[in-house]
């Protein structure tokens, strides 16, 4: 077949808002491993039929004028946007710019936001053509199919379509069962240098390679969209171990980032995987950073996890207060997980946690508990502080409805940074009072220096220094020219207004 008759696809992340300016602050930039996933399916099934391109935008930014030289340059036949909920309105514009650019072009949805924000995604008419709900492998094979056999798009699984009386549902699709029968997720789509120049999830800057050992979640969190499922769907650990062989062996990855919904869920598959990584003699270093639950990780699980090159794992405890728990239907063992978390550090990992702040019903009381149980535990090298959000299509979001939130704060908070605290508050706890346990926070936990000393030089085990300072220039929003600089930061923590 000639190259110029092949279908080209055009694949974007729609992940900022704005171009990049010289010289601003450092960024957490991370490989976009869905992307991959649909790239390489495509390549897989419909081989050189297809050329697929990725943009992403949380690496290049959101530059109008690049969007369209590249549109016109490569002149895709079908675009597609990966958009999460934060990224709607610049899905939105991204869509808005193919249409303008090539009114031909067909234009899909896909990402975690299709579902509980469609209306938004396809609001002011034919912004786009179809929208992918769930995991986009099989769907976006079967739309660039009939493309290329210029059939009609209506009723594949897992799709909507706008249509004259509104949006149009074809049937959900199903689960990808075998996720071993996917293609792995292949990094020469994208230039993985260029990602190793930016902060990775585990804030340091490397060839990234991110690694999805299992989709999907039996837990109920009310503040999570579980958009992967409930039920766990695991690869075998032989795959995995394939995949990790030939990132390090063709691509020079050292450095990996798990990223599954529940890693440690299945303890067998888990330790057979660590164990095959330590057999394999590679050396590598290993992150977790998708909050582990710290009551079903215990100290011997720890011990394979560091064996096989643990760097970092973060633990999502949410809050230590035992209503809340109950409340979010977490019911985290808080016993168990102080003891994980202070093992994992002790065992020298660079541990993170992630507390949550402003869930339903929270008090003000509730808030500093959590702030009391963080100062309990080993250093970590993050103490995460996270606004809890309450995204449309979780059961947060019908709680908060029903419990008389003012839903346009709740929905203006969902578009902003976990970190950012401006609008979230709980009809028990203001946004004043919660600032103020914010402000405990800060100085008692992430300002006490004796674990900002103890923090940074785990971090120097591993770490560069620039490593570290872009770190910390990305958690206290100001540039440090030395560590004894962000040091001097913890000793002026009382001096506040
Ligand atoms: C890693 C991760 C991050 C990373 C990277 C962010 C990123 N670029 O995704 C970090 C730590 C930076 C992050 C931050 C945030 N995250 Co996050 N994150 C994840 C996590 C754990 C994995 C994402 C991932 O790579 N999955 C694996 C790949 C294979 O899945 P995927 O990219 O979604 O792609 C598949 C499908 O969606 C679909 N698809 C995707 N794109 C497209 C495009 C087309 C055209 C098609 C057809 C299909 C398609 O097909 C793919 C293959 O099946 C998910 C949870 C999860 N289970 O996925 C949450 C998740 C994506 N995050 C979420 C949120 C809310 C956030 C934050 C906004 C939180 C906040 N308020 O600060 C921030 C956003 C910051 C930012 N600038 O991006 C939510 C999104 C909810 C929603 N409905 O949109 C999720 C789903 C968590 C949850 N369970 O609620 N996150
Ligand atoms: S354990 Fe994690 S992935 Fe599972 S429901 Fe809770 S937040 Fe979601």
């Not at 030289?69 to 990966?82: D, H, K, M, W, Y």
Request: a neutral charge; aromatic letters at 8%.
């Amino acid at each position: 077949m000639p190259p110029d008759s092949k279908l080209r696809i055009l694949l974007i992340d729609a992940a900022e808002r704005w171009p990049l300016q010289d010289g601003e602050s450092p960024r957490i930039c991370v490989v976009p491993v869905g992307l991959l996933y649909l790239a390489s399916s495509l390549r897989a099934h419909l081989r050189d039929m297809v050329e697929t391109r990725i943009l992403d935008t949380s690496l290049e930014g959101f530059c109008p004028g690049a969007i369209k030289e590249l549109l016109a340059g490569f002149s895709p036949r079908i675009v597609g946007i990966r958009c999460i909920a934060p990224y709607v309105e610049s899905a939105r514009r991204i869509a808005a710019l193919v249409r303008e650019e090539l009114p031909e072009s067909l234009i899909v949805l896909g990402g975690p936001a299709t579902g509980a924000y469609l209306d938004d995604l396809f609001r002011g008419g034919r912004t786009a053509d179809v929208a992918v709900i769930g995991e986009g492998e099989e769907a976006i094979v079967e739309i660039a199919r009939r493309v290329m056999k210029n059939e009609s798009l209506e009723g594949i699984p897992g799709t909507a379509r706008m249509t004259e009386s509104g949006i149009g549902y074809a049937p959900p699709g199903n689960f990808i069962a075998h996720l071993d029968s996917l293609p792995f997720p292949d990094p020469s789509f994208i230039d993985l240098d260029r990602y190793a120049g930016r902060m990775s999830y585990s804030y340091n800057k490397r060839r990234q390679g991110i690694i999805l050992t299992s989709r999907g979640c039996p837990y109920n969190c009310i503040f999570c969209h579980r958009f992967m499922g409930q039920k766990f769907r695991a690869r075998s650990p032989e795959s995995v171990l394939e995949e990790i062989t030939r990132l390090y062996e063709g691509h020079g990855v050292r450095d990996f980032y798990v990223i599954d919904d529940n890693f440690t869920l299945d303890r067998g598959r888990a330790e057979k995987i660590l164990d095959m990584i330590t057999a394999s003699g590679m050396k590598l270093n290993l992150n977790f950073n998708s909050g582990l639950r710290a009551d079903i990780t215990d100290r011997p699980l720890i011990d394979k996890m560091i064996k096989a090159g643990t760097r970092w794992i973060s633990f999502a405890v949410e809050t230590a207060s035992p209503r809340l728990q109950r409340l979010i239907n977490k019911n985290l063992d808080l016993e168990k997980a102080r003891d994980t978390i202070n093992y994992a550090f002790e065992r020298g990992a660079n541990v993170v946690y992630f507390m949550m702040f402003g869930l339903p019903t929270e008090t003000a009381e509730e808030a500093l508990m959590t702030v009391e149980y963080a100062r309990t535990l080993r250093p970590p090298i993050i103490p995460t502080f996270f606004c809890a959000k309450y995204f449309r299509g979780t059961e947060m979001h019908e709680m908060a409805k029903r419990s008389g939130f003012d839903m346009a704060r709740i929905e203006r908070a969902s578009r902003v940074p976990y970190h950012d605290i401006r609008y979230t508050h709980t009809p028990a706890m203001s946004s004043s009072e919660l600032r103020k346990v914010y402000m405990e926070f800060v100085e008692e936990v992430f300002l006490d220096r004796e674990r900002l000393s103890l923090a940074i030089g785990r971090q120097m085990e591993s770490y560069t220094t620039d490593e570290i300072l872009d770190t910390y220039h990305i958690l206290l929003g100001r540039p440090f020219p030395s560590i004894e600089g962000i040091l001097e930061q913890a000793g002026m923590k009382k001096i506040k207004s």
